[in-house]
């Protein structure tokens, strides 16, 4: 018996939420540039799981779709802009989500860092900033 209990997650606006009903599969942080395009961050943090246990609960009309690259479809929320999921040609059976759409981000973590050839110079060193509970002017 499996003590996995459903993860949920969703958009910023709430338009769009989603529930998964199986473990995730390979928790990874993407450097690749065009996950750091797609993201607007240093990298992304991704995670697959199979289409079977990917369910929209709402907002399947809010989504809008984005190609890309031929091989790559980004479904995200019309509202807040929100990633929601990827679907890829090379995976047709799962779909890639960002952590950060999760409810809970602590319920998975990474385990892996790929595409480093392309990783920014600094972001190895990124713990030896000065780190603040919230923001720095509130340090």
Known sequence: MSDF???T???LCGAVRYTLTAAVRRVVNCHCTRCRR???AAFQTVFLVHTGNFHLDRGADQLTSYGVSP???KNFCC???SAIYNKLERLPKHVLLPIGSLDDPNA???EI???CENML???LDIMALMNFPRSAEEG
């Open 38 to 40: 797609i993201s607007g």
């Open 108 to 110: 998975v973590a990474p």
């Open 5 to 7: 209990k459903p993860l």
């Open 79 to 81: 509202i807040c802009g």
């Open 71 to 73: 091989q790559t479809q």
């Open 9 to 11: 997650g969703g958009c």
């Open 113 to 115: 860092n790929i595409h």
């Open 121 to 123: 110079p600094w972001v």
